[in-house]
């Protein structure tokens, strides 16, 4: 029943694939998927500071309820980042300081949250992975309804059940598990230029021409002295 299941996960990003992608800057692996995929601005990482990367394991529950996320954490195996669609509702938070402290007894890799939580006074000081689009001091309902392993959405981003789910000060992404392999190789090509880059403004040889080649093309007037 639509709102109420329950799934198995079918398919999941190996943990070799999991390590692979983890030193990536985000922002490189997102420029290398056409910056069109984003968990949104609000989705901050509410930790002190640490990487997240992991298994996405998927839940959408109501607004302001986290019956479907404790069972979720009893779902979970070492490795999974237990991603919630909560409608980006800052009613109620959805997690605090018991569930992210039982969620690392059980080898969760972190948790994503478009929706608030509390306890942020010892969330913030660990480093235990936790994006999410706010905080508030009010209490979850644990009623339902909500689903679990179903694809969601955050923001346009869609996470489907098994897809990599990385992290960083900038933000949260998900690779497609379809298109891991692809991604990875041109993210690590693009951090190998970026590198380029820096040693060439490190020794006064950035090759800035692209600038007024754009400009050219675009048929922008530059009035010169």
């Known amino acids: 029943m639509i709102g109420l299941q329950i799934l198995a996960r079918t398919r999941c990003i190996d943990a070799g694939r999991v390590d692979a992608f983890r030193n990536l800057p985000v922002a490189n692996v997102s420029d290398c998927m056409t910056r069109m995929s984003a968990g949104g601005a609000r989705l901050r990482p509410m930790h002190q500071g640490g990487r997240l990367a992991g298994a996405a394991l998927t839940v959408k529950t109501?607004?302001?309820?986290?019956?479907?996320?404790?069972?979720?954490?009893?779902?979970?195996?070492p490795g999974d980042v237990i991603v919630v669609d909560g409608g980006g509702d800052l009613t109620n938070a959805l997690i605090g300081e018991l569930m992210t402290t039982y969620a690392q007894t059980?080898?969760?890799?972190?948790?994503?949250?478009?929706?608030?939580?509390?306890?942020?006074?010892?969330?913030?000081n660990g480093t235990f992975p936790v994006y999410a689009a706010g905080v508030t001091h009010r209490g979850p309902y644990k009623d339902g309804p909500g689903e679990i392993n179903v694809p969601i959405a955050i923001d346009g981003m869609v996470v489907e059940p098994g897809?990599?789910?990385?992290?960083?000060?900038?933000?949260?992404?998900s690779v497609p598990l379809h298109a891991a392999d692809a991604i990875l190789a041109a993210a690590r090509a693009k951090v190998e230029a970026e590198q380029k880059t820096l040693q060439d403004i490190a020794a006064g040889q950035l090759d800035t021409s692209w600038i007024e080649a754009t400009l050219r093309r675009i048929g922008c007037v530059v009035e010169t002295k």
């Open 62 to 77: 109501r607004p302001g309820d986290n019956l479907m996320i404790h069972q979720a954490l009893q779902m979970a195996v």
């Open 163 to 173: 897809d990599l789910i990385l992290g960083d000060a900038d933000g949260v992404l």
């Open 106 to 124: 059980r080898g969760v890799a972190g948790f994503v949250i478009n929706g608030a939580i509390r306890d942020l006074d010892v969330i913030g």
